[in-house]
């Protein structure tokens, strides 16, 4: 948490805690729920494959 920029991005298999999106990459709102492991929007395009239906 002290280096605000990485230069270079190893992809770890397994990060401690540090989860990214297995789609894009992003590591912002990921969803460890059902083992999807992906951001909120990858999620969403997911989703509607996987069989999820968002409700109104
Ligand atoms: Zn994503």
């Known amino acids: 948490m002290s280096t605000k920029k ?3 991005r190893p992809r770890k298999k397994s990060g401690k ?3 990214t999106c297995v789609r894009c990459g992003t590591h ?3 969803i460890r ?3 999807l ?3 909120r929007r ?3 395009e ?3 494959k996987l069989g ?3 409700y109104q």
């Open 52 to 54: 999820f239906r968002k």
């Open 17 to 19: 805690g540090n989860r």
């Open 28 to 30: 912002q709102a990921i």
């Open 33 to 35: 729920s059902y083992n």
């Open 37 to 39: 492991y992906m951001c």
């Open 6 to 8: 990485d230069r270079s």
């Open 42 to 44: 990858c999620f969403r």
């Open 46 to 48: 997911t989703a509607e």
